[in-house]
């Protein structure tokens, strides 16, 4: 599911799946939810675990803070 005209609430996170060729497909898949799901945290509408955010910054974005990679805008 490739998500169209989503609101920005996490730009570092957003920016960085799209700069890194990560679908959002595999963030869910990684994360053992669905893409909907997955729609849900990334436009606010619910939030990301502690658990989520910590998988999703070691797996994909290790070389990022946690703190800049979850800011909201």
Request: proline letters at 3%; a positive charge; zero cysteines.
């Amino acid at each position: 599911m490739e998500v169209k005209n989503l609101k920005v609430i996490y730009p570092e996170l957003i920016g960085g799946l799209a700069k890194r060729s990560i679908t959002k497909a595999k963030v869910a898949e990684t994360l053992g939810i669905s893409s909907r799901s997955l729609y849900s945290k990334l436009v606010g509408d619910t939030d990301f675990t502690l658990s989520e955010a910590n998988i999703i910054q070691s797996q994909f974005f290790p070389d990022m803070r946690h703190d800049d990679l979850f800011r909201r805008s």
